[in-house]
C-alpha cells in the first residue's frame, strides 16, 4: 500500500492508546514508516534533529501546543517549511475544518478513526494534493 512517494510520517498524538492503534495502522496495515511524538515540542525536536517527514500527521487538541501552533512552528524550519499536513481531531465542524486547510492542512482525518482504514485516508489525501 506504500505510496513511492510517500514513506515517513511524522505523527504528533498526545494520547499514548491512540498512538498504539495509529502506529498499528499506519505501520503494519500501510507499510509506512512513523516517528511519534507525544507533544509539539518533541515534533519540534526531531525536525531539529534530523527527521525528515514526508508527511506531518497532527493530532489537534494537545496541551501546551495544539496541532495549528505545532504547525506553525514546523513551517518555521526549513526541512518542513513545504511538507504536507494532515489534522486528525474530533472536531470536525465544517467551520473547523475549514479552519485546518486555510492552516494549509491538505486534509482532515476525523476521531475516532477506523484503524483499518487510516492508511488508505492517509495515502487518498497524499494522492490528491494539489
Known amino acids: 500500500m506504500v505510496s513511492a512517494s510517500l514513506k515517513h510520517i511524522l505523527y504528533v498524538e498526545d494520547d499514548p492508546d491512540i498512538q498504539t492503534v495509529a ?3 499506519l505501520e503494519v496495515v ?3 514508516s512513523l516517528t511519534i511524538c507525544s507533544s509539539g515540542a518533541a515534533a519540534l525536536a526531531e525536525v531539529h534533529g534530523n527527521c525528515r517527514p514526508d508527511l506531518l500527521l497532527l ?3 494537545m496541551p501546551n501546543m ?3 501552533t505545532t504547525l506553525l512552528e ?3 524550519i526549513v526541512a518542513t517549511s513545504n511538507t504536507p499536513v494532515v489534522f486528525m481531531t474530533a472536531k470536525v465542524q465544517s467551520s473547523e ?3 485546518y486547510k486555510s492552516l494549509g492542512a491538505i486534509g482532515v482525518i476525523a476521531k475516532p478513526f477506523d484503524p483499518m ?3 488508505a485516508q492517509v495515502l487518498k489525501l497524499w494522492q490528491e494534493r494539489a
Open 23 to 25: 502506529q498499528i495502522a
Open 74 to 76: 514546523l513551517r518555521n
Open 66 to 68: 495544539d496541532g495549528p
Open 97 to 99: 475544518v475549514e479552519l
Open 117 to 119: 482504514e487510516l492508511s
Open 30 to 32: 500501510g507499510g509506512f
Open 59 to 61: 493530532d489537534v487538541m
